[in-house]
């Protein structure tokens, strides 16, 4: 079994900084692909970042120049450093990783139950 944990939410003002962080624990060999989501209430849920096993790194648009993805693969953790946020950034941030369990196993993907956000005055 593989558990994901967020880490960091909760309520700043416009200007301001939070950072995320996300851990998986359980049966892991390796895990590949990590990212952020979010939903906003009554929106769709959208790709925030993403962070590949070679660093690789990508972003949605409105977070671009103001988030940061990193992880470390020694605690099996993931960050997201978010800058300048906005009213906008208001939603529920999700982890989610791809993981193996063994190297004869494939990947799984799996969500972490999620942080609330929420950017006010």
């Known amino acids: 079994q593989v558990h994901l944990v967020e880490f960091g939410g909760g309520l700043v003002q416009p200007g301001g900084s939070l950072r995320l962080s996300c851990t998986a624990s359980?049966?892991?060999?390796?895990?590949n692909t990590w990212r952020w989501h979010r939903q906003a209430p009554g929106k769709r849920r959208e790709l925030v970042a993403a962070i590949t096993s070679e660093f690789g790194t990508d972003y949605g648009d409105s977070v671009k120049d103001r988030f940061t993805i990193s992880r470390d693969n020694a605690k099996n953790t993931m960050y997201l450093q978010m800058n300048s946020l906005k009213p906008e950034d208001t939603a529920v941030y999700y982890c989610?990783?791809?993981?193996?369990?063994?190297?004869?196993?494939?990947?799984?993907?799996?969500w972490g139950q999620g942080t609330q956000v929420t950017v006010s005055s």
């Open positions: 359980g049966t892991i060999f390796s895990i």
């Open positions: 989610t990783a791809d993981i193996r369990s063994s190297s004869a196993a494939s990947y799984g993907s799996y």
